[in-house]
């Protein structure tokens, strides 16, 4: 009887040791099931998992679980943080670190000696960013370094860890960090032997405060700060480009836009129609009371047919109740209007013609929004992209700058010409 008290006593507590691995509870992009390689960049948004990631990565290898330890056991490993205290109070006794996740025998930590200990024998050592040195001499199989884009001494630490990285048949690292454009992120993104997995905040909401979500998306969605934090985008400023990151945040203005002079739609046409052609470039912008330029939105449109291109000018046209249509006719000539007139013939459109390359244009407009005489009524993510990407070589990501080329004929018809303009108007 005892012994069948026994048997039953290990099978609850078998279910439930189950109940609590996080293979029930982890998403794909945590748990991925393809190959991955031996380094391993995380890049994500506040609260996606990267540290609950990091952590149970940890307890796999030291445990021998599938699928990142695939049966072999790691027994030396590395806990780097931006600094001790972080190593610790995150990586170490945060409610996703490695103290936290641990299953069955809970591994012992040795403040004292900056390492944890398990029951089996393995030993994960901490370590500070601040200070490369203290990577000299040890050597590891495995490495978790959490906030790698933070590190002040990233590529020294990160060179040091490298070259301790020297036990067993495969040694392996995990990077996880919400993304900042520093050189060495970057390069681990160039690199072919380096997997790159990346994660949103909004896929871990159910593991989030309630409210929480809503309240963040509502102050910071759209926004640099908001896409590098919650969406783990990689947010870059091209060297050579006319708009920076830090102008468009100033340009951002979250206020009510009324009492506009005037109000024109901006066409840059594609030279050719069908899924790959380049896209038409639509952008809307007004003139407010001081004389400031306002860029109102952003309905760029790709794969377009012409009809179906100017029907969505038209429409916006009608729905801002603008003054005109600014087409470029570079590539259509009268065709152009043409077009929209088949739409609607009351429509009044104003041609231009590009009679200097796309920089040149573009160097006033870039001028204004230095001098803060543009504002954005709203975050306009792709258009704020191909700005931020638009160099001396007039294309933008490899491609033609479609919604600059519209942002800057709107802008230029409303601010950089000689024509007066007419009635106050209020945008409803």
């Known amino acids: 009887m005892q012994k069948g008290w026994a048997r039953l006593n290990l099978a609850q507590e078998l279910a439930h040791a189950i109940e609590r691995e996080w293979l029930g509870a982890a998403r794909l992009a945590q748990y991925p099931l393809g190959a991955i390689f031996d380094s391993w960049l995380v890049m994500g948004g506040r609260g996606a998992g990267k540290t609950r990631l990091g952590a149970e990565w940890v307890n796999a290898l030291v445990r021998g679980f599938p699928p990142f330890a695939s049966g072999a056991r790691y027994g030396r490993l590395a806990l780097i943080g931006e600094t001790l205290s972080d190593a610790r109070e995150v990586m170490v006794e945060g409610p996703s670190g490695v103290l936290a996740v641990s299953r069955g025998v809970r591994p012992r930590f040795e403040a004292s000696r900056r390492r944890i200990v398990w029951d089996n024998g393995a030993v994960a050592q901490l370590f500070s960013a601040e200070n490369p040195d ?69 896929e871990n909401r159910d593991n989030l405060a309630p409210g929480f979500m809503r309240a963040i998306r509502q102050r910071y969605a759209g926004t640099r700060l908001g896409r590098q934090e919650l969406d783990g985008e990689l947010i870059e400023d091209r060297p050579d480009a006319l708009w920076t990151r830090a102008m468009l945040e100033a340009a951002a203005c979250a206020e009510r836009v009324d009492d506009l ?10 030279a050719a129609s069908g899924r790959s052609s380049d896209a038409c470039g639509l952008v809307a912008a007004g003139l407010d009371a001081v004389g400031h330029g306002v860029v109102l939105c952003d309905e760029t449109v790709k794969g377009a047919k012409p009809q179906e291109w100017a029907a969505r000018a038209v429409a916006l046209y009608h729905r801002l109740e603008a003054d005109c249509l600014v087409a ?4 259509g000539g009268e065709m152009v209007a043409t077009i929209i007139a088949t739409v609607d013939a009351s429509v009044p459109v104003k041609a231009v013609r590009a009679t200097r390359g796309k920089w040149l244009r573009a160097e006033p407009v870039a001028a204004l929004y230095e001098q803060g005489r543009v504002r954005h009524a709203a975050r306009f993510p792709e258009l704020e992209d191909e700005m931020c990407d638009f160099g001396l070589d007039g294309l933008s990501g490899g491609h033609s700058p479609d919604r600059v080329d519209a942002l800057v004929w709107a802008l230029s018809e409303l601010m950089l010409s000689n024509r007066r303009e007419p009635r106050v108007r209020a945008l409803g």
Do not use: Y
Not at 261 to 270: E, F, G, L, T, Y
Not at 328 to 331: D, K, L, R, S, T
């Open 261 to 270: 002079k005037r109000i024109v739609v901006a066409v840059d046409p594609p």
């Open 134 to 202: 203290s990577l000299r001499g040890p050597q590891f199989d495995a490495a978790w370094c959490d906030e790698l884009a933070k590190w002040r001494q990233a590529d020294a630490t990160f060179d040091m860890l490298q070259f301790g990285l020297r036990l067993g048949e495969r040694p392996r690292q995990i990077l996880t960090t919400t993304p900042r454009p520093i050189p060495l992120i970057r390069r681990l993104m160039d690199d072919p032997h380096v997997t790159v997995t990346r994660m949103r905040t909004d």
């Open 328 to 331: 470029e006719v570079n590539q």
